[in-house]
């Protein structure tokens, strides 16, 4: 927020025409920080989640959950603490574009599916896209060019006003 509030500052960036996204971490990142603050008008989440206790079991993560947060059944609010978008979907207003491979079981597409439903369900714009036969980095040609093309319609229609 530091970064965005410094280039504000510097006039790079317009305060009422700010968007958010990343891939990941960076989708993770993504619902994070629109759970958290309104400031942004657009966002786009990939291969992200958000609902951690879903993802035990389901994704390649089980050591290191075990290790950092322990067993789910075992600590339970530590698992609530890093489910906070999710349990937090109520505060998102940012018009967001949750995107994922029908394969990733780095970061299964249920994180996405799940923020999807959940502001579908709060009607807030949201729009989901699974790429298939795509693992967590999406690598067929005309699907990379799919998501660059999703990404510059999203921004535009919630960023700049323009439809498309």
């Known amino acids: 927020m530091a970064g965005v509030d410094h280039v504000i500052g510097l006039g790079i960036a ?3 025409r700010l968007g958010i996204g990343g891939w990941s971490y960076g989708g993770i990142l993504t619902d994070y920080t629109i759970a ?18 879903s993802m035990y079991g389901t994704d390649q993560y089980i050591y290191q959950y075990e290790s950092e947060l322990g067993a789910p059944w075992k600590n339970p609010k530590v ?8 349990w937090h ?14 394969k990733d ?6 994180g996405g599916e799940q923020m999807y439903q959940a502001l579908q369900s ?5 729009q989901l896209v699974v790429y298939p036969g795509q693992f967590h980095g999406i690598t067929r040609p005309s699907f990379v ?14 960023l700049a006003g323009v439809t498309p």
């Open 145 to 158: 060019k799919d998501r660059y093309e999703r990404y510059l319609a999203w921004y535009a229609t919630y």
């Open 122 to 126: 709060l009607g807030v714009p949201s």
């Open 105 to 110: 079981f780095n970061v299964p597409i249920a």
């Open 14 to 16: 317009d305060p009422a």
């Open 36 to 53: 958290t603050t309104t400031r942004f008008k657009a966002a786009t989440s990939g291969a992200g989640s958000a609902l951690q206790t």
């Open 89 to 102: 979907a109520d505060r998102i207003t940012t018009p967001t574009m949750f995107l994922g491979g029908e």
């Open 79 to 86: 698992w609530e603490k890093v489910s906070y978008p999710f």
